[in-house]
């Protein structure tokens, strides 16, 4: 027996007064259900530290400072791009010394992949990985 195929929400943009927002329109007219950048960056970021192999995010000197002084982001490393129903992220990651880097970031693309069309219901069509340094067990 086929079964019958799911009907994802379609995805708009729009200017509103809350930065790097999203607006998902679901098609029951129930209302909408808007997903900030930043919720889809730290799914980017969570996803990729559950890989083995990746030591850290790395951000950028700001990021660093402040995570001195106590405030941590999660979304650190991660640059993401929302354009009508399609995501492009940006990940800066350190990687531990001994694994093997292509295999590693493939296995970071796949899992950031799923993570975000899974929880957001979009459609994640581009996963670019720098590996910013390689962290050495001491």
Do not use: F, H, W
């Not at 708009?12 to 809350?18: A, F, G, L």
């Not at 329109?25 to 808007?34: A, L, M, P, Q, T």
């Not at 192999?53 to 001195?68: D, F, P, Q």
């Amino acid at each position: 027996m086929a079964k019958k195929a799911e009907k994802r929400p379609v995805v708009k943009r729009e200017n509103t007064d809350m930065e790097n927002e999203g607006v998902m329109i679901d098609e029951k007219n129930i209302g909408s259900v808007r997903i900030a950048d930043d919720v889809v960056a730290m799914i980017a970021s969570l996803a990729a530290t559950e890989v083995d192999g990746v030591s850290a995010m790395v951000g950028t000197i700001t990021n660093e400072l402040m995570s001195k002084v106590g405030m941590k982001k999660l979304t650190k490393g991660v640059k993401v791009e929302v354009v009508d129903n399609s995501v492009r992220v940006d990940l800066a990651v350190t990687m531990e010394y001994g694994y093997n880097i292509p295999d590693t970031c493939q296995k970071v693309q796949a899992k950031v992949k799923a993570a975000i069309e899974n929880m957001t219901g979009l459609s994640c069509n581009d996963v670019n990985i720098r590996i910013a340094g390689v962290k050495v067990k001491a």
